[in-house]
């Protein structure tokens, strides 16, 4: 028998996909082997309660140092200062006591590491992705202490290459280590332990090895999470996302900061025709609505077949989805008809120059395109990330995100977020680029580790010697203006059916642009004849050439005065030669 293993931090409300999809295969491939995911992070989570795990789980640095504190006690004051520091800023984790939370993971840890018979499995697997190291190798400890013959596997996105190679040689307790996709070397290694019971004696290195075409994985099997939820009680009840991957790999796979494609070789989707049956059968199996599609992009050339067939399933999805900003507004329309009701756009930056620094491939235009779009009704929900403190960004990036800001407020607004060196990144393999030196473990590791861990163990957040200071100086404006920003899209959206922030309504030979404003009343806008027509031809990117020669009628020096104009309102955006309007149709709310 096999144990599937994930301990804290992931989302409490879906079930681990890691889990789900590699119980599925090792179960097709060896029908004959019982296998058992174990959602340890749920039973957590209902113990803790479900926003205080919450939002734990959104930080790295709240979530490591607690199962850090169970691992070395001798470190646990210094933990607490930490901790508390950087929960001071939180809703929830603000005044909790660190060490009450400590209490109730150690009860909570013990009362599962009891509940399971750990000698009758042959192999205990256990997935680490982002912020369960500490509670994995917390778990990985206490089991070995309880039967110490088991063998120990681990793997996932935080131990791909030299992340794993330094865990296994620093914890004895970890016996083999899968660096990259799961299904293969991991059947492997289960088949080899199987025919070789003195496995110490075995001297297995799994290789990276990849499914060819993920067509052929079989269906995940969530059925431990769902009996997990179930025995909870009505009390903990809840309505969970089930995670879905139409894809593995990113078929972008250039930003200079990201490092989520590690443990990947390469990019891979599935049918759409797979994807649709797949949704469907686990929908019927769950009796679930929302999904969310795990990938690091969606696919671009399916997506619109994809949200088709959606719609022909004549199901109420609920999906959420990771897009390109260059994704076009037709394509944004058919999510929404899908159900694609929340999209993770890969904006980053409001800056063009710096988005080539970031290599993007987009523009601050494209960015704010989407963005309106996005503000539609019928259309995806948009959440993005504005990375502050990149490096080597300079005044001019900075100069230009301010600028573009400004033109963005009747926007949902973005997640501003500093920084961090991700280990294998394009930025961590070619530093003095960027203008860093000195790499090394990120310094807040050393709050969670003893010294000797620190130095031999590599980390997947890296810290490094560069511009830092600078860098945080430097973006101060732009993190007011964010914070600015965030408190006005609040203000003008508290009502129970707010309006668009900035909306047109079509007259046929006029238009009235709708601005509302915080703390004063509603301000409107005229438009007749040929500048109504170039509004509406600018509700995507035109170039100024593309507008004189629509409309060849209109001199192209009053045209380009209108624009002059509308720009200045801030009613239309420009970058370079391009326009776009700001506005989005009113009618579709009313």
Known sequence: ??????????????????????????????????????????????????????????????????????????????????????????????????????????????????????GSYSLIGFSICFSQLTSSLYFIRKIKQMVPKVAIVIGGSSCSGPLGTSLAASFPEIDFVVSGEGELPLLALIKQIKEHPEWRELRFVPKIEQITNIDTLPLPDYDDYFRLLSSLGSEKAFLPKIPVEMSRGCWWNRCAFCNLNLQWRGYRAK???????????????????????????????????????????????????????????????????????????????????????????TTAMDNLEIMKHCETPGLPTLTGNLIMEFPSSDDNDVKETLRVLDFARAMRPLKAIPFWLGYGSPVWEQPRIYGIRGISNHPNYKAIFPPSLFRSLNMMIQGYHGPIRRQ???????????????????????????????????????????????????????????????????????????????????????????????????????EGEKFLSLGVPMALFL
């Not at 990771?322 to 394509?331: L, S, V």
């Not at 993190?479 to 007259?507: C, F, M, N």
């Not at 060849?552 to 955006?573: C, N, Q, W, Y």
Request: charged letters at 25%.
């Open 1 to 118: 028998m096999i144990a599937l293993v994930s301990t804290p931090w992931p989302l409490f409300n879906r079930p681990s996909i890691q889990l789900g999809t590699l119980k599925a295969f090792i179960s097709h491939n060896m029908p004959e082997t019982r296998v058992e995911a174990l959602h340890i992070y749920l039973e957590v989570a209902a113990a803790l309660g479900y926003p205080l795990y919450k939002e734990i789980s959104q930080s790295t640095w709240l979530a490591e140092p607690l199962y850090a504190a169970l691992l070395y006690p001798e470190q646990a004051k210094a933990m607490e200062k930490f901790w508390h520091r950087k929960a001071s800023k939180t809703r929830h984790c603000k005044g909790v006591p660190f060490k009450k939370v400590c209490e109730t993971l150690e009860a909570v840890s013990q009362q599962a590491l009891s509940s399971y018979d750990w």
């Open 472 to 574: 945080r100086l430097l973006w101060q404006s732009v993190r007011q203006k964010v914070a600015e920003w965030q408190k006005e899209y609040q203000t003008l959206h508290a009502s129970p059916r707010p309006e668009p922030i900035l909306s047109y309504l079509d007259g046929g030979e006029f238009l009235i642009i709708r601005q509302r404003r915080a703390h004063a009343d509603l301000m409107t806008h005229k438009l007749k004849g040929t500048s109504r027509k170039i509004y509406l031809f600018c509700q995507t990117q035109r170039t100024i050439q593309e507008i004189t020669a629509r409309f060849p009628s209109f001199a192209s020096d009053k045209i380009e005065a209108f624009l002059r104009m509308m720009v200045g309102k801030r009613l239309m955006f420009q």
């Open 271 to 361: 049918s759409t025709k797979r994807v649709i049956s797949e949704l469907k059968t686990l929908s019927d199996k769950y009796q679930v609505l929302a999904f969310s599609f795990m990938d690091n992009l969606l696919p671009s050339k399916e997506t619109l077949t994809l949200c088709n067939g959606l719609r022909k399933s004549k199901r109420d999805f609920q999906l959420f989805a990771e897009i390109r900003a260059t994704t076009p507004p037709e394509i944004l329309a058919a999510m929404g008809k899908a159900g694609i009701r929340d999209v993770q756009v890969g904006i980053e930056a409001l800056s063009s120059s710096l988005l080539r620094k970031l290599n993007k491939g």
